[in-house]
């Protein structure tokens, strides 16, 4: 037995997706980031329940139009950077990199007129800004939307679950754009630093979006250790389907 198992390449072994569906007082903590996972390179997402996950997934293998059947094309992603002016490095380190990818604003508010046709038309949307940029779109407002586009709100806690009374379940933005028909969701557990997160969007965007690695949970898992400080790479989560972007 012991033999048999030696000569499984645990650490090197293509593996498929692991969904996580957590207790309420459990998800606030970075399971993606156990040693294990980290040395393997797991590709993991997280869902509120399974009825969720089944749901989610019959409505997007059903829809000929769905981003999970057709793919990301790296030409149709829309990005806001530094909208409320207050992270001029960050607009000054992501600003050349993302204009290769798609359209966007950079240094500029979106308008929610504008938002609502992105996240109904586009294939990604990236937000580089201050948390989730739901001052732009509110919860309220996207639950209403049918949301095609894959989110990646590249600021402090966006993908964070909060409670508002003792036995409700803790709700956030990634459940809105679920709730929304987003096919997945990616996001940040709490705060993080901008110049090591700027350093890590501008790689896993080259690597994600030109297909060196298309399917995105598996993406986040490679590219994970490419932060510079871990309190970083442990607040990274995904949530929803493996979105894969096109070859």
Known sequence: MHRNCSKLKFETMRRSP???????????????????????????????????LVTLYNQHSNSSS???????????????????KSLPKTQERLEGAMSEYGEGLAGQAPQRDQLIKVLGNKDAFIFSGHGSGSKYLS????????????????????????RYG????????????LLASSPAFV?????????????????FLRYWLTGQEGNIMQAVADKRDSFKHFVNAA???VYGLPVSSKP
């Open 66 to 84: 769905s981003v999970l059947k057709s793919g990301v094309a790296k030409d149709s992603v829309f990005y806001v950077i530094n909208p409320d």
């Open 18 to 52: 692991v969904v996580l569906i957590l207790d309420p007082e459990l998800q606030p903590l970075p399971w993606e980031s156990l040693p294990m996972f980290i040395t393997c390179k797991q590709q993991m997402s997280r869902m509120p329940s399974l009825q969720y």
């Open 166 to 177: 003792r036995n409700i379940d803790p709700l956030g933005v990634a459940h809105s754009y």
């Open 139 to 162: 919860s309220d407002e996207i639950e209403k939307l049918q949301v095609r586009v894959v989110p990646l709100l590249l600021g402090c806690s966006s993908g964070e679950l909060s």
């Open 235 to 237: 607040g990274l989560v």
């Open 187 to 203: 996001g940040f557990l709490w705060p993080v630093t901008d110049l090591d997160l700027d350093n890590w969007t501008i790689e």
